[in-house]
């Protein structure tokens, strides 16, 4: 964050909380005229500030709307066993996120299905196919507290 000036970081905080917004209406919010918000926002794409713009979608709108946190637990650490499992694990479109984590588990898993049976059937059909699972832990989600894409700075 060396580089970034406090116009930088305005810049951010107004795409974080709405990536739609036109160049004109973001400059007029930080009493700027356009050219010089529209360069920083391409420095800031340049230099990975800015990952990527995205729509934020209602789950529950689209039949996704029950949320499993599973920690996997694999029966080996070998370095070309832990790379296939990531690979299983990224082709799966239900999962959503994947952490590698210290503890008593090696993976967390978000993953996103109907109900109960579409949680079910995922780990029958497809989660139990990927080879070196030791073992698994599933934590539903029974209400969503707090859900933000926002980083603070």
Do not use: W
Not at 47 to 52: A, L
Not at 61 to 88: P, Q
């Amino acid at each position: 964050m060396e580089n970034l000036d406090n116009t930088d970081l305005q810049i951010l905080k107004q795409l974080q909380q709405d990536s739609n917004i036109s160049i004109k209406d973001l400059a007029a919010k930080l009493f700027l005229t356009a050219t010089p918000v529209y360069e920083r926002i391409k420095r800031l794409e340049r230099e990975g500030y800015i990952m990527k713009y995205v729509a934020l979608l209602d789950k529950k709108k689209l039949n996704r709307g029950m949320t499993v946190f599973c920690n996997v637990r694999l029966k080996e650490h070998a370095k070309n066993v832990g790379a296939n499992f990531v690979k299983d694990i990224v082709a799966l479109p239900e999962i959503i996120e994947c952490y590698n984590i210290a503890g008593d588990y090696d993976f967390m898993l978000k993953i996103l299905v109907a109900d109960m049976a579409s949680y079910q059937d995922f780990v029958m059909n497809k989660l139990s196919t990927i080879e070196n699972i030791g073992n698994t832990q599933s934590v539903f989600v029974m209400g969503e507290i707090k859900h933000s894409t926002e980083l603070s700075f």
